[in-house]
């Protein structure tokens, strides 16, 4: 120690550590896989945007961009934000790129960090992890389906269990001001009961106040007109073909006309992944239909629909169901004596090269601190090196998960390593 202070992260941003780390690369292969076996491919994008993305993209009136956004000028006098979510990026980099003039359906997804200056407390920081898909281009009903459907069997496949859909159609720029007009009419009688978030965002996004989880907001809500009794035809078809489309892919989901989504860019289906276990930040993953957002960064008129799932909120539900980081499967040396340790290197490096994950402690300290390294490391098997066996040309290999052991010459290691 030198006597000095030590740092320490920011406020609501979280190292994540071994062996965490190890399930969430274990998830994140998952992620890679399952998407990909739907055509989705991976996309990365800056983390830094303008801030003028996020205002025209996610909307004004969100509280993201409202009041939760970390934004600073640069030295070039540049107005940049970090991202606070990761759809608006990709609309412009699927612009940007040009994509949109050569491909008539793109997928893409995404895993990495987004930053939200909310209030950290369990289930939210301000520096989090999504992994979310955006699929352009198509406006069928059966694309929301898929995405929804995608997303529950990702949530399956990894074991997250007891998870909602919540689906919703929250309409479009044809039924929504119209309804909103309605809705408005209401929560102005009752401007009185209403929190002062609600109050404030009145004029702009009256249908906020729909999933405001004040119980005094609720209350109005209750006697409020309904969006589902005032949507077009072509939305309230497109929501019945998106609820059949779900029924006969045997995904479970329940209608929820509270769920209206945070960003502006929504229209038709909306949806969320909920769950009781995570007190009151009960959204693992939500998202939905924005077919206006490319026309609203500068593009043609395609249609878009996609999710984001929280990363930290996904693990937090496997850590709450016992389920521990894998082992690393790896092989792990134990060194008996000087002249295993002469020896060690040029025993491992072969098994390294041929992909074999081998960790030591390089100390040579007794057997049991080592088997102690070797089980911390999750280590699958062991190679023990000691004189006898070195007197025989030999090393022990015991495999830790069944007991068993076996003697191997030096030069037949390779083979059995990749028997
Ligand atoms: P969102 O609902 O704002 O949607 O975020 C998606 C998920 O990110 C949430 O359900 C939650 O699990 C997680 N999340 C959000 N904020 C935090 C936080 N402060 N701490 C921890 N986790 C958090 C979107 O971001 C949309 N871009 C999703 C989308 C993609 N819609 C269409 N395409």
Redesign the pocket.
């Known amino acids: 120690m030198t006597g000095k202070s030590k740092i320490q992260a920011v406020r609501?941003m979280v190292d994540i550590m071994p062996p965490n780390s190890r399930l969430w690369a274990d998830v994140e292969a998952r992620a890679r896989a399952i998407f990909s076996s739907y055509g989705y491919s991976e996309i990365r994008t800056p983390i830094v945007e303008p801030t003028e993305l996020f205002a025209r993209g996610?909307g004004e009136t969100s509280s993201?961009v409202e009041k939760?956004m970390y934004t600073f000028v640069d030295q070039g006098d540049n107005t940049l934000s970090l991202r606070?979510?990761?759809?608006?990026s990709?609309v412009r980099a699927y612009l940007e790129s040009g994509a949109f003039n050569t491909e008539p359906i793109c997928r893409y997804f995404y895993i990495g960090q987004?930053f939200?200056r909310?209030r950290?407390q369990k289930?939210?920081?301000?520096q989090?992890?999504?992994i979310?898909?955006?699929l352009l281009g198509p406006d069928s009903p059966l694309a929301d389906a898929e995405v929804i459907a995608m997303t529950a069997h990702f949530l399956e496949a990894i074991g997250v269990k007891d998870v909602a859909i919540e689906i919703n159609s929250i309409g479009c720029k044809e039924c929504r001001p119209k309804y909103n007009e309605l809705l408005l009419a209401h929560l102005s009688s009752h401007k009185d009961s209403l929190c002062g978030d609600c109050t404030r965002r009145l004029d702009k996004n009256p249908m906020r106040t729909l999933d405001c989880k004040q119980e005094r907001c609720a209350h109005v809500v209750l006697s409020a007109p309904r969006m589902a009794e005032h949507l077009c035809d072509s939305c309230r078809t497109h929501f019945d073909s998106v609820k059949a489309a779900l029924v006969s892919a045997k995904v479970d989901f329940i209608v929820n006309e509270r769920i209206v989504?945070?960003?502006d860019?929504?229209m038709r289906t909306a949806f969320?992944?909920t769950t009781q276990k995570l007190g009151s930040?009960n959204?693992?993953?939500?998202?939905?239909?924005?077919d206006g957002l490319v026309e609203e960064l500068g593009g043609p008129h395609v249609a878009?629909?996609?999710?984001?799932?929280?990363?930290?909120?996904?693990m937090m539900l496997l850590e709450a169901d016992g389920v521990v980081p894998p082992h690393g499967g790896g092989v792990f040396l134990v060194m008996l004596g000087e002249a295993a340790q002469n020896m060690a290197l040029s025993i491992i490096q072969p098994l390294r090269k041929m992909g074999i994950t081998v960790e030591w402690d390089y100390a040579a300290k007794s057997m049991k601190a080592q088997m102690r390294h070797a089980d911390k490391a999750g280590a699958s098997r062991v190679i023990i090196v000691g004189d006898d066996e070195l007197a025989k040309g030999e090393v022990m290999v015991k495999d830790l998960r069944d007991g068993s052991q076996v003697a191997v010459k030096i030069d037949k290691l390779e083979a059995h390593f990749s028997a």
């Open positions: 609501g996610v993201v939760e606070p979510e990761g759809t608006a990709v987004m939200r909310e950290p289930g939210r920081q301000r989090f992890h999504q979310g898909v955006e989504r945070g960003l860019y929504y969320e992944f930040q959204a693992v993953g939500g998202g939905g239909r924005y878009g629909v996609g999710m984001a799932l929280g990363f930290e909120r996904m």
